[in-house]
């Protein structure tokens, strides 16, 4: 059974750091593109990183650029998002995602992954 398991939410003051991991389970994530999304309550899911298969290149929406950095860890079958200088507005429940479409496929589009993970809870709030 293919699985993806997210971790490391939880409440933070803002500007403080937290780092989450998404595990896989019934397969190896070195052959997937991985992608974290989030969703604040009442707002549309939202693309925020992800990491090819080929070089492990990656991409960032605007709003998390040069504070948030996904990075994998192929022989622990994990991606990671490391997450700093955090805001009120990252306040979300934040999901990885992975797609099998190409080595150099990498999207924010939700509709473009297979396999999804159930969420973790980001709060930022003092």
């Known amino acids: 059974q293919l699985q993806l398991v997210e971790s490391g939410g939880g409440l933070v003051q803002p500007g403080g750091s937290l780092k989450l991991s998404c595990a896989a389970s019934?397969?190896?994530?070195?052959?997937?593109?991985i992608a974290w999304f989030r969703q604040a309550p009442e707002k549309e899911r939202e693309g925020v990183s992800c990491?090819?298969?080929?070089?492990?290149?990656?991409t960032y929406a605007d709003s998390v650029k040069g504070r948030f950095t996904i990075s994998r860890d192929n022989a622990k079958n994990t991606v990671y998002l490391q997450m700093n200088s955090l805001k009120p507005e990252d306040t979300a429940v934040y999901y990885c995602?992975?797609?099998?479409?190409?080595?150099?496929?990498?999207?924010?589009?939700?509709?473009?992954?297979?396999?999804w993970g159930q969420g973790t809870q980001v709060t930022v709030s003092s």
């Open positions: 995602a992975a797609t099998s479409r190409g080595l150099m496929f990498c999207s924010g589009n939700e509709h473009d992954y297979n396999y």
């Open positions: 019934g397969f190896r994530l070195d052959y997937y593109a």
């Open positions: 990491i090819r298969i080929v070089g492990g290149s990656t």
